[in-house]
């Protein structure tokens, strides 16, 4: 069994930073990308950054600026740094990694989620 569990998410106001964390855990041999989704009320799950286990990065448009993804390998831990936050950034942000596993084989797995909310 492989879980994802996110930590990090809460109130702030617009203009503020949050931190979000996700660690990996259980029957891993290797986490290979890892990457950060959000889902904001009446809307589809949109992603926001990737990371690959060698640190290579990528971005949504809505996050170049503000957001920086980042890891720890030796801890199964992907980051969120998030700054000059919008109302707009409310969302559950969850997060999402390629685990190998220990029994073989990679497969996808998604956090339970942690609630931003941005006040304005």
């Known amino acids: 069994q492989v879980q994802l569990v996110e930590s990090g998410g809460g109130l702030v106001q617009a203009g503020g930073s949050l931190r979000l964390s996700c660690a990996a855990s259980?029957?891993?041999?290797?986490?290979?990308?890892m990457r950060w989704y959000r889902q904001a009320p009446g809307n589809q799950r949109e992603f926001v950054a990737r990371?690959?286990?060698?640190?290579?990065?990528y971005y949504a448009d809505s996050a170049k600026a503000r957001f920086a993804i980042s890891r720890d390998n030796a801890k199964n831990t992907v980051y969120l740094q998030m700054n000059s936050l919008k109302p707009e950034d409310t969302a559950v942000y969850y997060c999402?990694?390629?685990?190998?596993?220990?029994?073989?084989?990679?497969?996808?797995?998604w956090g339970q989620g942690t609630q931003v909310t941005i006040s304005s």
């Open positions: 990371i690959t286990s060698s640190g290579t990065t």
């Open positions: 999402n990694a390629d685990v190998v596993r220990l029994l073989g084989g990679e497969a996808g797995y």
């Open positions: 259980g029957s891993i041999a290797r986490v290979n990308t």
